[in-house]
């Protein structure tokens, strides 16, 4: 068979677009040479429907000592009781909760998208609130926190069957403590989305979720820096407490039906050159060298938030206690989509968000997500931060400006040339 010159080629753009520029897109990461070979292995060829000692398919004696590595790594790292670590995605971990523990139609509350929240939390456009009934808590306008007296007001009054937790641009550090105690009082179960702070959790440098919350889920790309996948944890196996039954009528335990949501609810054989991957970067993730990783990529936000504040940016909540900030430009005049197509012709690559009580539609939006979990993994330190607000500021400030903004972009690619990724 012929190479195939065409997609080869692209990978290889994509390769140097991705070393060349500086990457604060907070839900990407960069994995280890160790993690993409294990992601392009010859695991790619094998079925394995079912799970490890479990399996429909022969053959599998190998695929499964590989996940039971990753299932025995993610309940180390986490402290898990239980962990599988088959959904392809984060969006597909989630989906499985919800058809484990849910019925059609059954009320579940949520963090609003607008605020911060996740498309899988109960978002109209998403089979989540599509399937059940969503409602939603938010942040309030005057401290941008979560606002946990609405939530526990909504909580009273909707009394759902799932309260979820988590987020996708939300600085600050959960009360999931007071979130289990609202459930309690309504009779819900809770879930923790940990996708984007996972990696900080598993290093103790912010609250675990697991002693407090019924499920957890988690992407593993993004802080955690493994393959592009999801996973679904339990800090404690238990009885389900609502007597949910599975399609034959039985009564089982909490881990039980969530795995016959992944397989075979929700999905189809599993991905083991992925699980693989993933087992690698847990093995990663539970090394000291990792937990200095973690430590700066929380340093970095905070530096870069200092030099944000220092500037007049508007940080939603005022700072940021992980390793994302969602940033509101109202006051810089330039809606979120003009500053990310203006940064991106700097090689600064962010992405537009909508900010709270956002007037915009989340087409344009009036702000920017950033994140430090990438530019970490390239050796960036504090200064650099200083460095990159600089940058952010000069390109937003003069943002039609096509020769500032091509000279900002030999400047970046001078930096990043220090920090060599891949070679
Ligand atoms: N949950 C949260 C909080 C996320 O931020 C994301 C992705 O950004 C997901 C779930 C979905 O993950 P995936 O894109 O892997 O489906």
């Known amino acids: 068979m012929n190479k195939d010159n065409v997609v080869f080629k692209l990978i290889e753009q994509e390769q140097e677009r991705q070393e060349s520029g500086i990457e604060l897109i907070a839900s990407e990461n960069f994995v280890s040479k160790q993690v993409m070979e294990a992601a392009g292995s010859v695991l790619t060829n094998k079925y394995a429907e079912g799970l490890p000692g479990k399996r429909y398919y022969g053959g599998c004696e190998i695929v499964d000592e590989v996940e039971t590595i990753a299932i025995e790594r993610a309940k180390k790292l986490f402290g898990a009781e239980w962990a599988n670590v088959q959904p392809h995605a ?11 523990l849910l019925k059609p139609g059954d009320k579940i509350l949520g963090f609003d998208l607008s605020h911060g929240g996740h498309l899988t939390h109960g978002s109209a456009v998403n089979s989540s609130g599509k399937l059940y009934s969503p409602h939603f808590y938010g942040v309030s306008k005057e401290t941008g926190l979560i606002d946990y007296k609405k939530l526990e007001e909504v909580a009273l009054t909707e009394k759902p069957k799932l309260i979820i937790c988590g987020a996708s641009a939300y600085s600050r550090e959960w009360d999931y403590k007071f979130i289990r105690e609202v459930a309690d009082k309504v009779g819900a179960l809770v879930l923790a989305d940990i996708s984007h702070p996972a990696g900080l959790i598993a290093k103790g440098l ?13 992407t593993t790309h993004k802080t955690l820096r493994g393959p592009r996948g999801g996973m679904i944890m339990l800090g404690k196996d238990f009885e389900n407490p609502f007597g949910l039954k599975t399609p034959k009528g039985e009564t089982r335990m909490m881990s039980s039906l969530l795995d016959m949501a992944v397989f075979p609810g929700t999905q189809g054989g599993p991905l083991e050159h992925i ?3 993933k087992a690698v970067a847990f093995g990663e993730a ?3 060298e990792y937990g200095e990783y973690a430590l700066q990529v929380k340093k970095n936000a905070a530096a870069m938030a200092k030099a944000l504040t220092e ?3 508007q940080i939603i909540s005022g700072g940021t206690d992980n390793h994302l900030m969602l940033i509101d430009l109202r006051n810089k005049n330039i809606t979120g989509k003009v500053a990310e197509a203006a940064l991106q012709q700097a090689h600064i690559t962010v992405n537009k968000n909508m900010v709270p009580f956002d007037d915009k539609s989340p087409f344009i939006t009036s702000g ?17 931060m200083v460095k990159i607000v600089e940058f952010i500021d000069s390109v937003i400030t003069d943002a039609n400006n096509s020769s500032k903004l091509e000279s900002i972009r030999n400047e970046v690619k001078s930096m990043m040339s220090d920090f060599p990724l891949y070679k």
């Open 90 to 100: 984060g969006a597909q971990a989630n989906s499985a909760v919800f058809l484990a």
């Open 206 to 218: 912010l609250d675990n979720p697991l002693p407090h919350c019924h499920v957890v889920t988690t």
């Open 275 to 277: 699980i693989a991957a």
């Open 286 to 288: 539970l090394s000291d």
């Open 311 to 313: 500037r007049d940016y």
């Open 368 to 384: 920017i997500r950033v994140g430090t979990a990438a530019i970490t993994t390239r050796g960036l330190k504090e200064e650099h």
